[in-house]
């Protein structure tokens, strides 16, 4: 499964371009929720560098207990393997009900992204 369609990447783009315009963008929900079948990592994304489309922001879940916001490289993402080749999915059901940062908020308190 490809991890960004293009109306996902548009999404993004738009959304980073009001990043990168000083524009406060932790009102924005997230776009993209992806994560990997076999661990507890999950990432929130709302959007992506206009100038490197590869790198994406969000709210990274690691599994550890400690989300937080910040960027992750979608170049990593395509290419992580976990057991028996398993590969990072997109929740093609993921609906946003709040802001990215009212799910790091709540994901802080749970220690993990409840999404």
């Known amino acids: 499964m490809k991890l ?3 109306p996902i990447r548009q999404a993004l783009l738009k959304n980073g371009a009001l990043s990168a315009a000083g524009e ?17 990592a ?4 709302t959007e ?7 790198c994406l922001f969000g709210l990274c879940d690691l599994g550890l207990g400690f ?9 990593e993402l395509e ?8 590969r990072v999915e997109r929740d093609r059901h993921f609906a946003p009900t709040m802001s990215l940062a009212a799910y790091a ?7 993990h992204i409840a999404a």
């Open 4 to 6: 960004i369609t293009n």
């Open 24 to 40: 406060d963008t932790s009102v924005l929900r997230p776009v993209l929720k992806l994560f990997t079948p076999w661990s507890g």
């Open 42 to 45: 999950t990432w929130l994304i």
């Open 48 to 54: 992506c560098d206009p100038q490197e489309e590869t």
């Open 67 to 75: 989300p937080e916001l910040g960027y992750v490289s979608l170049t």
């Open 79 to 86: 290419a992580l393997r976990g057991p028996a080749g398993l």
């Open 105 to 111: 908020d709540v994901a802080r308190v749970a220690g």
